[in-house]
């Protein structure tokens, strides 16, 4: 046997590994010719000769699309336009449940800065290339960026399905330092994990890091628990017939493909087939097919939104209200009604009492409820604004889990000081770390913006009264602590802005709150506490 060589030069590793694993190409089962609506492929880019990762999902019975890599053929040629958006269209489809991209790294990689070889195209500090490059030199550069962008996009519309997308580049490669991949890397994949080789069944130098949109990918996260320089440094050493042994380490290990066709396999279909790229466009769904997520997306939809609006969600309970008070509005033009109402600044209603009672006539008819009942439940209860009861009509309509909190606002809201905050049935129940016994302050004062503005914020605090928001308590501090077993002291603040005068009070020191939902800061905005004494002192009305 003949030893590798030291040389001063390795180049960047490329896609030529031996196949010394798997036996079989991932090109060689049997192949389908159209694709189903109902299957979620694997979509392997940059696979590789050996393709390992598309071996090892196969090897589970999952459905996959044929590798994409320029070694199979022009057809998987990513740099052609052609092939580039029949792929888009592919990622686009929602078929696609699992996709790997692998952008090759031979222009990105340090190995081209080391003494003695060939020119690098581009360093740390001209990542889009050298000022000396010749127009070869100036087209590697674009040429390999182009890959790295295409590889992001692809990635970038399977994650937009619901899939889950990881690329990966060795660890030391310069693609990492590239502001757009960062910035992509941050807004799309932001769960890295490094897996060193050694952890792989290899005794190799090297690491490779995975980026993606799914905590999954941290499964492989496994970095180096040996000595630094207990592994083989590959960095310039030749094999036997001259090539560089650094392109032996371009293949996943087989351990860490089976590792990352795990991760995959739970977002794949597993019928065992294999599509080709070549059918895909003729094999699309004639019609739109939405792909709900798995993750909850903020779109105004609720908390279990999937941001998918193409078909219903869920059953339209109030359908029937909404088409009534839509044709209602748009009638009698009160939508350019309201919006120039709000326009004025007003704080009056922006409908009148004769224009409000035909949308509660729409109500009790959509609802169905009977006169006798009617009249008690516009009733609003006192100390807060809402109807109540017709509140709950509406909630029990669409089977809301969290109806109870409405009892809440018709008994007073407790702050959890003291006492309990009842849990939410959509809130998951966490461990607080907060103590019970939180020292409630008293303070003297207010905040110097209310002090300096005595005239505005007596007016302010006089609206507040005459609403019944706030009470007077004519004792101070003194008939405070008397009347109650816990109290509290705030500071009134006053902030102003040019189109009303906002009151806005907080506490000196803001404090946790411990309760059985979770834990959170409050700043005593509770205007239903508010009350003050004679010298503009703000005080929280006590709770017990």
């Not at 502001?179 to 080789?197: C, D, E, I, K, Q």
């Not at 890091?209 to 492989?220: T, W, Y």
């Not at 019928?271 to 790229?277: C, E, I």
């Not at 309509?397 to 309990?420: C, Q, T």
Request: charged share 20%; aromatic share 8%.
């Amino acid at each position: 046997m003949v030893l590798p060589t030291t040389v001063d030069l390795e180049p960047p590793p490329g896609d030529f590994s031996l196949k010394a694993w798997p036996v079989a190409s991932a090109c060689e089962p049997i192949v389908v010719d159209s694709l189903h609506d109902s299957f979620s492929y694997f979509l392997d880019i940059f696979s590789g000769a050996s393709s390992p990762v598309s071996v090892a999902v196969r090897a589970l019975h999952a459905d996959s699309i044929e590798p994409v890599d320029l070694i199979f053929g022009q057809h998987c040629d990513l740099l052609d336009d052609v092939v580039f958006h029949n792929v888009l269209d592919l990622a686009a489809s929602g078929l696609i449940g699992a996709a790997l991209a692998a952008p090759y790294c031979s222009k990105h990689s340090m190995a081209t800065l080391r003494p003695n070889g060939p020119k690098p195209v581009r360093t740390p500090d001209a990542l889009d290339g050298l000022p000396t490059n010749n127009a070869l030199q100036d087209l590697q550069v674009q040429e390999s960026a182009t890959v790295h962008d295409r590889a992001r996009h692809i990635l970038t519309l399977v994650a937009a399905k619901g899939g889950i997308v990881v690329i990966e580049n060795p660890l030391t490669s310069m693609t990492w330092l590239d502001l757009l991949m960062s910035a992509w890397v941050r807004a799309t994949s932001p769960y890295l994990a490094a897996a060193s080789a050694c952890r792989f069944g290899e005794d190799w130098q090297k690491s490779w890091l995975f980026c993606s949109n799914r905590s999954d990918i941290l499964a492989v996260g496994l970095g180096c628990d040996h000595n630094p320089k207990s592994h083989l440094n590959f960095a310039g050493l030749r094999l036997p017939d001259g090539s560089f042994y650094s392109r032996l380490t371009a293949c996943y290990p087989k351990m860490l493909a089976e590792a990352l066709a795990q991760i995959f396999i739970p977002y794949l279909s597993k019928h065992s087939k294999v599509a080709t790229l070549k059918a895909w466009p003729s094999c699309s769904p004639s019609s739109f097919i939405p792909q709900p997520l798995s993750q909850r997306v903020e779109d105004g939809g609720g908390l279990i939104s999937t941001a998918v609006w193409h078909s219903p969600q869920a059953p339209d309970v109030l359908g029937g209200l909404r088409k009534r008070w839509t044709s209602r509005t748009l009638s009698m033009g009160l939508h350019s009604q309201i919006l120039s109402h709000f326009a004025t600044g007003s704080k009056a209603p922006p409908l009148s009492d004769q224009q409000l009672q035909g949308f509660l006539t729409d109500v009790q008819e959509c609802l169905d409820i009977p006169d006798q009942t009617w009249e008690s439940t516009l009733q609003v209860a006192p100390g807060q604004p809402f109807r109540l009861e017709l509140w709950r009509l509406l909630l029990q309509e669409m089977n809301d889990p969290d109806i109870a909190f409405l009892d809440e606002l018709r008994s007073g809201v407790r702050l959890g000081v003291n006492n309990d905050i009842p849990a939410s049935p959509l809130w998951p129940m966490q461990q607080s770390t907060v103590s019970d016994d939180q020292e409630l302050l008293q303070c003297e004062s207010s905040w110097k913006s209310a002090l300096d503005q005595p005239e505005v914020v007596w007016q302010l605090l006089q609206e507040e009264l005459d609403s019944g928001f706030i009470e007077r308590v004519p004792g101070g501090l003194t008939q405070l602590q008397q009347e109650h077993e816990h109290t509290a002291v705030g500071k009134l603040g006053l902030v102003c802005v040019p189109t009303t005068d906002l009151l806005d009070w907080w506490s000196t020191q803001p404090f946790r709150v411990l309760h059985k939902i979770h834990q959170f800061q409050t700043a005593c905005y509770c205007r239903r506490f508010l009350m003050f004494c004679r010298q503009l002192r703000c005080n929280l009305h006590p709770w017990s």
